[in-house]
């Protein structure tokens, strides 16, 4: 018997199965966690991109509709694919400075979302524009939830925000007809 236990103890054949159970598991998840880690910050980025393009697209006009706008919603949702854009909230509004130290909304256009109200008073960012001079700002917001392809089942969505401010290039204030 003792001698059937000394050559249990003493083979070696199997072993690279063995260990190949206990380290596949933890190489599989790290290669799901890098690929999603890298999809996560790949979406990042485009919701930042959609933000900044979408500023840059009312800053270049001196005069936009409403249809014009909804024409840069719909350039801007291309940006963001592969990922959907059917729920992505964006919110572009001109904001105009009021002569007396505050930054007020002249016009607000959105998509699936609720448009600035027109009037309200907004923060501004110092040095984005200068108190008394009667300038102005885009502003585009958007809001995304990003949803995992692969831990769908383990998270929820993570919400994506960003804000970016860009000034007119045509004129002192982008009107809105």
């Known amino acids: 018997m003792l001698k059937l236990f000394t050559r249990f103890f003493r083979a070696r054949d199997g072993m690279a199965a063995v260990e190949f159970a206990f380290i596949a598991p933890v190489m599989i998840l790290i290669f799901f966690g890098s690929l999603e880690l890298t999809m996560a910050v790949d979406c990042r980025s485009r919701v930042n991109n959609v933000a900044s393009t979408e500023a840059d697209l009312v800053a270049q006009a001196t005069t936009v509709s409403s249809a014009d706008v909804t024409n840069t919603f719909g350039a801007v949702n291309a940006i963001l694919y592969p990922y959907a854009a059917t729920g992505m909230q964006i919110v572009v509004s001109s904001l105009?400075?009021?002569?007396?130290?505050?930054?007020?909304?002249?016009?607000?256009?959105?998509?699936?979302?609720?448009?600035?109200?027109?009037?309200?008073?907004?923060?501004?960012?110092?040095?984005?524009?200068?108190?008394?001079?009667?300038?102005?700002?885009?502003?585009?917001?958007?809001?995304?939830?990003?949803?995992?392809?692969?831990?769908?089942?383990?998270?929820?969505?993570?919400?994506?925000?960003?804000?970016?401010?860009?000034?007119?290039?045509?004129?002192?204030?982008?009107?809105?007809?």
Do not use: C
């Open 96 to 177: 105009v400075d009021d002569g007396n130290g505050s930054t007020k909304v002249a016009w607000s256009n959105a998509q699936n979302a609720t448009p600035r109200t027109v009037g309200s008073t907004v923060a501004v960012p110092t040095g984005l524009i200068v108190s008394g001079s009667g300038n102005s700002l885009i502003l585009a917001e958007i809001t995304y939830a990003y949803t995992s392809p692969t831990l769908v089942f383990l998270t929820g969505p993570i919400n994506m925000t960003s804000a970016f401010y860009s000034k007119p290039r045509r004129s002192v204030v982008v009107a809105h007809t």
